[in-house]
T-cell receptor, first 113, second 114 residues
Framework: NAGVTQTPKFQVLKTGQSMTLQCAQD?????MYWYRQDPGMGLRLIYYSASEGTTDKGEVPNGYNVSRLNKREFSLRLESAAPSQTSVYFC????????????FGPGTRLTVL | GESVGLHLPTLSVQEGDNSIINCAYS??????FIWYKQESGKGPQFIID?????DKRQGQRVTVLLNKTVKHLSLQIAATQPGDSAVYFC?????????????FGQGTILTVHP
């Protein structure tokens, strides 16, 4: 099993450009999450999906949209990137919302110029 | 909302020593706590968790202690090895309708010297 995979690993954008970060898990998990991690800080929840077909806002959702494409895939979209969105983005999944350990992907390092 | 914080941002130990990493939390409604290890360039890796109805839980070389009276959480690593060098995060989950949404602390950098 690959666990949680994320693409791309690195990305540089100009202000105003859009992009989608992809996440997939092969653990048959119901819940999936998107976090951002800024230098010297812990992770902050952007959006989560408790189960296929549902999505909810986390702590810092502004400037982002998500799509739970199917049980395996959960994408994060930046419609108009801003320098404040320069960060490392992590996707995670768990079997049951809040009742099982969250497993994290390797991250996408995004720089917005 | 209330946040999780750490007492010490860095900790340096010698190989073979025991390490203790501390975490303070302020949300009395938190009922689930997790410790993660993050190596450079990688995603967080689950180490151990504890629920609020317990005060101690042991894993392989790791022990988590929870003191609800003073809202304090600690991670003890026995016989620390160079491979333990990483950033360690505590995270809390309030439970209820927020179950599954974690709030992370800033992290403690653990450096193990051979």
């Amino acid at each position: 099993n690959a666990g949680v995979t994320q693409t791309p690993k690195f990305q540089v954008l100009k202000t105003g450009q859009s992009m989608t970060l992809q996440c997939a898990q092969d653990m048959n998990h119901n819940s999936m999450y998107w976090y951002r991690q800024d230098p010297g800080m812990g992770l902050r929840l952007i959006y989560y999906s408790a189960s296929e077909g549902t999505t909810d806002k986390g702590e810092v959702p502004n400037g982002y949209n998500v799509s739970r494409l199917n049980k395996r895939e959960f994408s994060l979209r930046l419609e108009s990137a801003a320098p404040s969105q320069t960060s490392v983005y992590f996707c995670a999944s768990s079997g049951r919302q809040g009742k099982d350990t969250q497993y994290f992907g390797p991250g996408t390092r995004l720089t917005v110029l | 909302g209330e946040s999780v914080g750490l007492h010490l941002p860095t900790l340096s130990v010698q190989e073979g020593d025991n390490s203790i990493i501390n975490c303070a939390y302020s949300n009395s409604a938190s009922d689930y706590f997790i410790w993660y290890k993050q190596e450079s360039g990688k995603g967080p890796q689950f180490i151990i968790d504890i629920r609020s109805n317990m005060d101690k839980r042991q894993g392989q070389r790791v022990t988590v202690l929870l003191n609800k009276t003073v809202k304090h959480l600690s991670l003890q690593i026995a016989a620390t090895q160079p491979g333990d060098s990483a950033v360690y995060f505590c995270a809390e989950n309030i439970g209820g309708t927020s179950y599954g949404k974690l709030t992370f602390g800033q992290g403690t950098i653990l450096t193990v010297h051979p």
